[in-house]
């Protein structure tokens, strides 16, 4: 986007304009061309505009799956039809119409973006997965298409703070931002809070629903998801420490990745889908920064409408690196470390919004997880689910510290990196009270880990801080 009246290029040509009778009223349509790349802009305008002061203006980008095809998906074909409304309300207005579907990403990677969205990432994340900015749209034909009608000053119909600095880039006096709140829905919603979250859009967002538990998934899975409530439930109300649920996927032979460092998928749709709704059932949820470095996890609730949980990293070096998706957490991110820590590491960090939280160390100078424990319940933390890695759920197991695990059998053999070893402490538990339920082609394992040597000794072994 040019920063400056002066770097506009004088290469729009208006073409032709006629009457276009609607079902708000009397407009004139106003086709211009882009010399550049051909692109044809639009202005439906009603009333006369001409040298008038605060004129209703809306600049609108085309969005062919909203506009024409009404999808639910975005607030876009809402939106435009909530400015014409308004514009004939007032007698007097112009809606332009520029053509850069998808926020300029064009449509077929707009409907590529959809598809990584139902995988569960947001429209920004959708955008950068596929080599774009998070908004490629100009406002330079906006620009010059309010100067070729004559409008001096606008009121601008807009939710998005960009929009309005950037036409005021190219000189247009806006004196008032109009709001256009759209209607909020189950297909909307997730995509209009990553706009107010994400892209700074000016928009009332009700706080999101409690979790339905299971959304889509199965009733034998919503089943199980209801017993581990309950049992959390009766975990918090008769112990003092936090509720510890194991939940991981790994290949049929073990593996949780081909490569120690590099993440891989296991899981299906649905399993993901499960992961999500756990996650909802949990106050925190922790890794171990081995995890921050090789997946980089958002450690939010996507999939489902719930809550988002404490996001909290064993960090004793304070690797987690600024840049990580979890500072975009609607949480502030905890991460506990130890005094061996590097201070300016940890004010870098804090600067970027994590609590940084000194605990004590164990033997191999690594942060101790009864106090790590300890500190999350003190906190109001009466459950945690522990996703990983690989050594974070080995020092749970060694350390006798799991009380429930939910782990995912994925149909492939992979032959990598496997989550225990002989050396945990002494023995492997094994589940009692197990049940299976199918997710897919994925397998699920429900059950609570029981070791057979007593737990009165409390290991405190390594894990990838």
């Known amino acids: 986007m040019s920063s400056s009246a002066s770097e506009r290029p004088s290469q729009l040509i208006r073409n032709v304009q006629a009457r276009i009778p609607t079902a708000y009223g009397t407009f004139f349509l106003y086709d211009y061309t882009d010399q550049r790349n051909g692109k ?81 990432y947001d429209t920004v994340e959708a955008n950068l997965l596929l080599g774009h900015q998070a908004d490629e749209r100009e406002y ?60 700074r859009h000016l928009l009332q967002l009700p706080p999101a629903p409690p979790a339905p538990i299971g959304g889509s998934l199965t009733e034998d899975l919503h089943r199980r998801l209801s017993l581990l409530q309950e049992r959390i439930a009766h975990h918090s109300a008769h112990t003092p420490t936090p509720h510890v649920t194991l939940a991981y996927a790994q290949s049929l032979d073990g593996s949780l ?11 299906g749709a649905i399993s993901m889908t499960l992961t999500h709704a756990l996650r909802s059932l949990h106050d925190a949820i922790l890794v171990g920064v081995g995890t921050v470095l090789a997946d980089d996890p958002r ?20 690797r987690t690196p600024p840049t990580a998706r979890l500072f975009d957490h609607p949480r502030k991110p905890w991460i506990l470390t130890t005094a061996r820590s590097d201070e300016a590491s940890r004010r870098r960090l804090s600067e970027r ?9 164990d033997a191999t100078g690594r942060v101790s997880l009864p106090a790590a424990l300890d500190t999350m319940k003190a906190r109001g933390v009466q459950s945690v689910m522990v996703e990983g890695g690989a050594q974070v759920l080995e020092s749970f197991v060694a350390a006798h510290l799991a009380h429930y695990a939910v782990i995912t059998l994925a149909p492939r053999l992979v032959g990598g990196l496997h989550a225990f070893h002989a050396n945990t402490n002494g023995a492997l538990p094994h589940l009692a009270h197990v049940a299976y339920t199918q997710a897919g082609d994925d397998l699920i394992v429900w059950g609570e880990p029981i070791w057979m040597s007593s737990p009165d000794k409390m290991s405190e072994t390594v894990h990838p801080q």
């Open 299 to 318: 450690l939010t609730v996507r999939l489902i409408p719930g809550r988002d949980p404490q996001p909290v990293v064993l960090d004793s070096a304070l």
């Open 40 to 120: 044809e802009h639009l202005a439906l305008v009603m009333g006369d505009v001409a040298a008038c002061e605060n004129v209703l203006v809306r600049v609108h980008s085309e969005c062919m799956t909203g506009d024409t095809f009404r999808s639910l998906r975005c607030d876009c074909g809402e939106q435009l039809h909530m400015a014409m409304e308004r514009i004939a309300m007032a007698k007097r207005g112009v809606l332009i119409y520029l053509r850069q579907e998808g926020r300029g990403i064009g449509l077929i990677d707009k409907l590529r973006a959809y598809n990584l969205q139902d995988k569960g």
């Open 140 to 199: 330079w034909a906006a620009a010059a298409i309010l100067e070729d009608l004559g409008v001096r000053s606008v009121h601008l119909l807009t939710n998005n703070p960009a929009k309005i600095e950037a036409l005021r880039s190219y000189n247009i006096p806006i004196n008032e931002r109009v709001p256009l709140q759209p209607t909020i829905h189950a297909e909307n919603a997730t995509y209009l809070r990553a706009k107010v979250a994400r892209m």
């Open 353 to 361: 919004g994590a609590e940084i939280i000194l605990l004590p160390a």
């Open 257 to 267: 990745t081909a490569t120690p460092g590099t993440p891989l998928t296991l899981s």
